[in-house]
């Protein structure tokens, strides 16, 4: 059982150049979420999406877009990468609000 | 605008020693979730409280929920080196989760 699946691992971006963040969960989850987590910071909702269908902003939505493609995939698009955007991105997924975040191992983004 | 507080930020203890860390919200939350993330990992869940001055143990580990719902703790007691890592807060308002700053648990063996 995988549960939630991120790809790339690790990438490496100069500023100005875009990419996307792939996030997949096989547990028939309705609610995805992305976060960033920076040294010192916690983790902060970047955007998450309640249910197929829908997207709503986080707290840190600025210079993001997301797609949730179908109810198993949600990505995360960096139109123009800047270095500020350097982080940890985070997904993860829930089945209702009375039961646990599943998270993904991560992507470790830089941006030069 | 919602914000989760959490204290301290770092805790290095000998082991054996107690440990504690504190969540505190500026508004009431519909529930609160505690996460466990060793270095290079991913959150992993360890417990969700939801109601008003809920108190759960897990072996060593103590979780309360304070009356207000407004902040909560985490207590370990005896801590051993297998406890080391970030411990999270995560409070939920509506369908957000606005997670603590973390607490980074050092054990001295």
């Known amino acids: 059982n995988a549960g939630v699946t991120q790809t790339p691992k690790f990438q490496v971006l100069k500023t100005g150049q875009s990419m996307t963040l792939q996030c997949a969960q096989d547990m028939n989850h309705n609610s995805m979420y992305w976060y960033r987590q920076d040294p010192g910071m916690g983790l902060r909702l970047i955007y998450y999406?309640?249910?197929?269908?829908?997207?709503d902003k986080g707290e840190v939505p600025n210079g993001y877009n997301v797609s949730r493609l179908n109810k198993r995939e949600f990505s995360l698009r960096l139109e123009s990468a800047a270095p500020s955007q350097t982080s940890v991105y985070f997904c993860?997924?829930?089945?209702?609000?009375?039961?646990?975040?599943?998270f993904g191992d991560g992507t470790r983004l830089s941006i030069l | 605008g919602q914000q989760v507080m959490q204290i301290p930020q770092y805790q290095h203890v000998q082991e054996g020693e107690d440990f504690t860390t504190y969540c505190n919200s500026s508004t009431t939350l519909s529930n609160i979730q505690w996460y466990k993330q060793r270095p290079g990992g991913h959150p992993v869940f360890l417990i969700q409280?939801?109601?008003?001055?809920e108190v759960k143990k897990q072996k060593r580990l103590t979780f309360q929920f304070g009356e207000a719902k407004k902040n909560s703790s985490l207590h370990i007691t005896a801590t051993q080196t297998t406890d080391v890592g970030t411990y999270f807060c995560?409070?939920?308002?509506?369908?957000?989760?606005?997670f603590g700053t973390g607490t980074s648990l050092t054990v001295i063996p």
């Open positions: 409280l939801v109601k008003s001055g």
């Open positions: 993860a997924s829930l089945g209702a609000k009375d039961q646990p975040q599943h």
């Open positions: 995560a409070g939920l308002t509506g369908n957000q989760f606005y």
């Open positions: 999406s309640a249910s197929e269908g829908t997207t």
